[in-house]
């Protein structure tokens, strides 16, 4: 886990917290296999960040050529999903998900996604630009 700063809630079985922000875009970054909270009516809904390279690379694939694979099929690259919601009267070590909003954009393997609201209660990530063309764009506005 990484350093945070600032919980939002906190819970018995988690802690939702701040996530940590990039210096050069002041966006929000993530990285797989990290969890996020949004908050809807009642609960928090948790989703884990997921992409075709991190896959890729857990399964031993180069990242690069199933990158290619999916953009070539029209697949998705970079996803949310949803984590399935247990039960139980063991104990477990508590656990720390980020705080995450719909409209939010983050910064996610070197793109910039806006989080929006997909069918069946789920979120997904809208590519907007990649970092270089946010800081480049930054730059220039600053000049």
């Not at 018995?12 to 701040?18: M, N």
Request: overall charge positive; aromatic content about 10%; proline content about 3%.
């Amino acid at each position: 886990m990484r350093n945070v700063s600032k919980v939002v809630a906190s819970f018995p079985a988690y802690d939702i917290v701040a996530p940590k922000v990039c210096s050069l875009t002041n966006l929000p970054v993530f990285k797989a296999d990290e969890t996020v909270a949004l908050k809807g009516p009642r609960v928090y809904s948790i989703f884990t960040f997921g992409s075709v390279a991190s896959f890729a690379m857990e399964m031993n694939d180069c990242p690069i050529e199933s990158y290619q694979r999916a953009l070539e099929k029209g697949h998705k690259t970079h996803w949310l999903n949803a984590n399935a919601v247990t039960l139980s009267a063991g104990k477990r070590d508590k656990e720390t998900h980020y705080e995450i909003n719909v409209g939010d954009e983050i910064l996610f393997e070197g793109f910039v996604f806006r989080v929006e609201k997909d069918w069946n209660n789920n979120l997904k990530l809208v590519k907007v630009e990649t970092k270089r063309e946010r800081m480049n764009r930054a730059y220039n506005e600053a000049s």
